[in-house]
Structure formats: C-alpha cells, structure tokens
C-alpha cells in the first residue's frame, strides 16, 4: 500500500496492508437445484417444491491472528462442505369474490450442512479450542469445533447421564464410554446439532369488502441449543444469594431425589456437559397486519386518488421449550405502527 506522504531517497514510502497467503485458491462451488411449479383448480392452489445441494470447496474464511503478528487476521480456505436440503411451498386462495378475499400460504425447509474435509489451519483451530476449554473462565463454555462428518454449528460437550439419585453428582461419560464422576476436557465429544429439522412460516390473507387482515406466523422444529442459562443463573449460582428460583427448588437434596441439578449443598463450579443441551421449538406470531381503505366519495372530496388507515405490529407474540435469560419473564421487544397512507 503506498504512502504518498513518506518519500525517501528511492521514492515512495509504503506498508503492508495484509497477511499474504500464497496457498489461498480460489472457492470453487457446485449447485444442482430442481423444483416445479403445480397449478390446481385454476392455480387456486399452487404447490411448489423444490430440491438443492451445494458442494462448497477451499471453503473462504478469515483466521484470526495473535496481535503480536501485526494483523488481524489472514484469508485462507478452511475446508469442504455439502449443504442440502428440500424446500416446500403452498398457497391455496380459499375463497375469491367480490365481498370476501381469504387465502393461507405455508413453507417448510428442511436443511443439513455436513463439513467434508478440514484444513491444516482448521485443524490447528481445534487443538487451540482444546487447550482454551482447559481453563477455568471456559471450561462451562461451549466452543466451536470442526470436524469431517459433523455440522458446521455441532454442539461440543461431555456427554451426561444425569444427576446420581444416591449422591447429588453428576454421571459423566469418557470419551472411551466408561462413567465418571470427574470432569475432563479431553472426554469432549460432538452431542447435538442445533440444526433445525425444519423451518417454516405460515400465515393468512383475510380481505372482507375494504378491510384486510394478514397474519404470519415462523417456526422452528427440531433443533437443539445448549442453554447456559441454566449453567450460570441455576448450578453455578450462589443458592445463599438471589438466584432463580429453580437453584432452591430443583437441586438434589436427599437420596433418592430425581434431580435436574446437583446438590444443593455443593458450590463447586459445574462445567460443560450436554445435561444443559434442550429442545429448541420455537413458534413466533411475528406480524399482524390490519387495514382499511376509504370509500371513493370520502377521499375524492379531499383530492386523493386513495386513503388507507393500517395498524401494524411485529413481534406479537413468542412461544419456545427453550427457555433463555431475557430479562423479567423472558420480555420480547414490540413494535406498533399507525399509519395513514394517501397519494394525490
């Protein structure tokens, strides 16, 4: 990168603008997509399905660097992955006249991502993962990983059996499938891919004379997520101080207790195990939507073409088995919007 500001007595000044890397190769990708459009009862109802699969290889992505080296980061290609999938489409016009206008539209997508092969860099990644989950600050953490078969976002942990009904602590199990009671990070296996099964959003178009209504609904099915909620506000929590209220009434306290959590007299520090890995389905009611337009002789008095009043709103409503630290009763944030819509 030159620097006109800087001359020296051989001409111009300049400075490195990145890390090279003379083995980086260009991306290269393979897409095979097929799909069709069916019509019925006069395109009444239209399904639309479709398939996908892209071969990815010499996969691009930015690697971090140490802040000794003088650079952020270096380009260099990570790897191969296959992404599939089938997608789903439907609409159906329920009912088409002049009063009443009614119709439901859903999508489905069912999606995998598997990596193929990893690279030297990505490999050494692994072992820095390895070594940082060592220490105390990262050892209740999940880190990434990558491995040859597994998803691009698979969860790492020490795979659980639970906590023992005769003493309060948790079952582990060795990377060599015997049980333990000692935690170690060298038992730390691919557990769950947060991978939904299936996405998908749905919804309806209601229209009666000059009101409309159009709801929409997504979804999410299937997936897994590690819920460090319950690591750091439940088991690491301090029971003699605030704390949720599942720290007091759903820890081990006696023989026999079939127990979530540990011992409730133990304050030692839980660490990363898939007993904090839970179902993620999620239905969100994301947007509603409601209008009407004026007669002609109310706006053509005023000089307009048109006049619509919409009341919209987002985020109506959240429901999920996942349950995160949000704040008071997990809040989601709302929008509302009045709008008076004209043109002349």
Known sequence: LPISSNWYSTGVGASVMSYGNEALQWQKT???????????????????????????????ADIDLPPSTGFPSYTDNLGDMVNKGVELN?????????????????????????????SDALQNYNQEANKAQQTDSL???????????????EIYAVRSLGIDPENGQEILIKKDGTRTYTWNANDIVPVADPTPKV??????????????????????LGGKDYNQTLVDRVENADPRYNVDIRALTDRWQKP???????????????????????????LDFTTLY???????????????????????????????????????????????????????
């Open 199 to 220: 996405n998908g959003s749905f919804g309806s178009t209601v229209g009666y004379r000059r009101l409309m209504l159009n709801v929409i609904f997504t979804t999410r």
């Open 139 to 153: 050892k209740a953490t999940p880190l990434l990983r990558y491995q040859a078969g597994q998803s691009l976002n």
């Open 30 to 60: 393979q897409n095979y997509d097929a799909g069709m459009d069916l019509g019925l009862f006069k395109d009444r109802l239209i399904i639309s399905p479709r398939y996908y699969y892209k071969y990815t290889r010499g996969l691009l």
């Open 256 to 282: 026999g207790d079939h127990a979530a959590f540990k011992n409730i007299a133990n304050l030692g520090t839980t660490y990363l195990s898939s007993r904090f890995i839970e179902d993620d389905n999620t």
């Open 90 to 118: 439907f609409k159906y016009n329920m009912i088409r006249n002049k009063i009443w206008n009614v119709s439901v539209f859903a999508n489905l997508v069912h999606n995998t991502n598997t990596i193929v092969k990893i």
């Open 290 to 344: 409601l209008s009407y337009d004026f007669a002609r002789q109310v706006y053509s008095r005023l000089g307009m073409s048109n006049l619509r009043v919409a009341f919209t709103m987002n985020d109506v409503a959240h429901w999920s088995t996942f349950k995160i630290e949000r704040g008071i009763d997990y809040p989601y944030a709302k929008s509302f919007t009045l709008s008076l819509q004209t043109s002349f």
